[in-house]
């Protein structure tokens, strides 16, 4: 899952990032809000999270344009204005959730989890996939009872189909949520994680559709 | 102070009298010039009448008795006299002088003289003179004379008839007077219910509504009404940047904090310092914008779209955690408080109630006789009766007022003590657990613009 951080202050953005990383999210950061309008615009991200007092445009202007553009990525606002208006006005202007600095960090990762399970239609942070069960709160993969080591690379592509289960996933699509902005993006690697992914979690859970891409059954 | 209605009111008055004093003094001056010449000239004609009668009696003096037949001659004192003598020393009056008789003027003029003197009983007269020599060579003082009594009263009779003209003159000037200061005001009078309605409209006055003597004060006056409203939003602007760069610092420490506790370090302390830095600046920052806010913005805004706003967050809220709110408001409620100021209260209240309600929260709005009120009832454990007053307290101590547990109620209290308006914590008795009302005052409350 691909996450946009639009934020400032460098030092919570790497705690930000450090935390999501950690839950096998993928994180793009961006300092301003011409950057986040451009990217949040043109990058296809799971969620953003948007600071409100960014330089350059401010995040409920930003927010405004996505939303007017037709945009309908999931938004969390992270701000130090912790003013009822201005978490009204936040809502208001399509934010899906609105958080107050300074914050805890175990509460943000919360409120991103639910963000990106209501996204994909999840109620449940544990997903299981028949003998797989991965716990989207901290990233533990398990294969019948048996706690596995995955890389960032496979858990992100690992949580990515499973917030898609029973739906086809290309591999552009996958290596679009999967890799950072900067990252370099062959394609032709998603079929080394897959694999991988099938020999640590067995054969059967990811199917390929020839010519197509991958998916995880519903059942 | 005298106020400028008093002054015009003096002015008026002292200008009116001063007038209506001269204007008084100048016409009966006047009316006794014209009484005395009157008097003078019917004088001479009596005079003129006694020395024509005089030119054919100089042999027989007394028959001037009967040539002069008017009954005043005839009657003693009657204040009407004429009298003749010759160079012998003989004089001959009138009866009215009976054994009396009157002074010649000195240096007794052979040309006709008037002059002033005393007659019988000190009576004072106005006389005629003049010495004649007639045909037959006899010379003759010719004396007529009045009682000034009748000039007086002449005199007096006129100045008392025209005493109420004057009085309805001096009258007139003093309502004339406070027509003119009501007219003068008129556009004081618009520029206060302007300024009044200018909160209302959030707009500039007008300059060219003005008379071209007030208008330099209304374009001061909008000035400073803009020098104001910069003040205002300078002061929220810092105190949003001091919370931010505040704000983010302390939340980078924390994460630090969490790391190194999870790490197996001791954080506590630090952890608990930084709640009460975070406390700290929430309440300061609350405290400024209260202190900075009502007397600078006068702001109107519509307290049932805020209550809307406010429902829409508040119901997602309470619905996520399973809970109920309830509005029941009043169309059309506004108050004179800034719309981020009163939602700031409602915010922190609702929020209260949503965390420490079991299942249900209700907030009703409505007017009432003395203004507007704003009730938010719940079902939780409510805070018992002998505990209020600390809720309440304004600058309590803030290691008590730790997120949840009190400073949402201590902004809320400070933010309306700034309007004038007040919080009463009670028990609900609908729904059990602790009842809210926000009391704002009229003044505090406002009406649309239309109205």
């Given at each position: 899952m691909r996450v946009l951080l639009a934020e400032d202050e460098p030092h919570l953005c790497e705690q930000i990032k450090k935390l999501l990383n950690a839950e096998g999210r993928v994180v793009d950061i961006v300092n301003s809000g011409l950057e986040a309008l451009h990217l949040g615009a043109t990058e296809p991200y799971d969620m953003i999270i948007l600071d409100i007092g960014l330089p350059e445009r401010d995040g409920i202007s930003v927010l405004r344009e996505w939303r007017s553009a037709g945009i309908k990525t999931p938004v969390l606002i992270l701000t130090a204005r912790d003013g009822w208006s201005e978490r009204v006005d936040g809502l208001d202007a399509g934010a899906d959730d609105y958080m107050t600095k300074p914050f805890h960090m175990p509460e943000l990762a919360a409120r991103v989890r639910a963000i990106l399970r209501r996204q994909s239609g999840q109620l449940n942070p544990v997903v299981e996939m028949g003998n797989v069960v991965l716990d989207t709160r901290n990233g533990r993969v398990t294969a019948d009872g048996v706690p596995i080591d995955l890389t960032a690379q496979e858990l992100a592509v690992l949580t990515y189909l499973a917030h898609n289960v029973g739906r086809m996933i290309s591999r552009t699509e996958l290596s679009e949520h999967i890799y950072e902005y900067d990252g370099d993006r062959d394609s032709n690697t998603i079929a080394v994680f897959i694999t991988r992914l099938r020999k640590k979690l067995g054969p059967d859970l990811i199917t390929t559709i020839r010519g197509r891409g991958y998916m995880i059954d519903s059942a | 102070m005298l106020s400028l209605r008093q002054r015009a009111l003096l002015g008026g008055t002292a200008s009116g009298a001063l007038s209506v004093g001269v204007g008084t003094l100048a016409v009966f001056s006047f009316i006794n010039a014209r009484v005395s010449d009157r008097f003078d000239t019917a004088l001479l004609d009596r005079h003129t009448q006694l020395v024509v009668g005089l030119s054919v009696t100089t042999h027989d003096p007394d028959a001037l008795r009967d040539l002069m037949f008017d009954p005043a001659y005839g009657t003693p004192y009657s204040g009407r006299y004429w009298q003749v003598s010759n160079s012998e020393g003989e004089i001959f009056t009138s009866a009215s002088l009976f054994d009396g008789v009157i002074a010649e003027p000195p240096g007794t003029p052979d040309v006709t003289t008037l002059w002033n003197t005393r007659g019988p009983e000190n009576e004072a007269l106005r006389g005629a003179y003049q010495k004649i020599t007639y045909e037959d060579g006899t010379v003759w003082g010719v004396s007529v004379a009045e009682s000034q009594a009748q000039l007086v009263a002449e005199r007096h009779t006129a100045q008392q008839s025209l005493l109420p003209v004057f009085a309805l003159v001096g009258l007139i000037g003093v309502v004339g007077s406070l027509l003119l200061t009501s007219i003068i005001l008129t556009p004081l009078r618009k520029l206060r219910s302007d300024v009044a309605h200018r909160w209302d409209r959030d707009e500039d006055l007008k300059p060219g509504d003005?008379?071209?003597?007030?208008?330099?004060?209304?374009?001061?006056?909008?000035?400073?009404?803009?020098?104001?409203?910069?003040?205002?939003?300078?002061?929220?602007?810092?105190?949003?940047?001091?919370?931010?760069?505040?704000?983010?610092?302390?939340?980078?420490?924390?994460?630090?904090?969490?790391?190194?506790?999870?790490?197996?370090?001791?954080?506590?302390?630090?952890?608990?310092?930084?709640?009460?830095?975070?406390?700290?600046?929430?309440?300061?920052?609350?405290?400024?914008?209260?202190?900075?806010?009502?007397?600078?913005?006068?702001?109107?805004?519509?307290?049932?779209?805020?209550?809307?706003?406010?429902?829409?967050?508040?119901?997602?809220?309470?619905?996520?955690?399973?809970?109920?709110?309830?509005?029941?408001?009043?169309?059309?409620?506004?108050v004179r408080m800034d719309a981020q100021d009163i939602e700031e209260v409602l915010g922190n209240l609702l929020d209260n109630a949503v965390k420490w309600c079991k299942s249900k929260v209700r907030l009703t709005a409505g007017r009432t006789r003395n203004g507007i009120e704003v009730v938010i009832d719940d079902d939780g454990p409510g805070i018992p009766q002998d505990a209020h007053r600390e809720a309440l307290r304004s600058g309590g101590r803030l290691d008590t007022s730790v997120s949840g547990s009190g400073l949402g109620l201590a902004i809320a209290v400070d933010l309306l003590k700034a309007y004038d308006s007040r919080l009463d914590l009670g028990a609900s008795n609908s729904l059990g657990g602790l009842e809210c009302r926000i009391v704002i005052p009229k003044g505090t409350n406002a009406h649309p613009a239309s109205g």
């Open positions: - | 003005y008379p071209e003597e007030v208008s330099p004060l209304v374009e001061d006056l909008n000035q400073l009404l803009r020098r104001n409203r910069e003040i205002v939003s300078g002061s929220r602007r810092q105190a949003a940047d001091l919370a931010h760069a505040l704000k983010t610092p302390t939340a980078i420490m924390r994460n630090e904090l969490l790391l190194l506790s999870e790490a197996g370090g001791s954080t506590e302390t630090a952890v608990e310092a930084l709640d009460r830095i975070d406390a700290q600046l929430g309440r300061s920052l609350a405290r400024m914008r209260a202190l900075n806010t009502a007397d600078l913005t006068h702001s109107r805004t519509d307290l049932s779209h805020s209550i809307d706003r406010l429902a829409r967050l508040f119901t997602t809220m309470a619905e996520r955690e399973g809970k109920s709110l309830e509005i029941e408001r009043d169309p059309g409620l506004w």
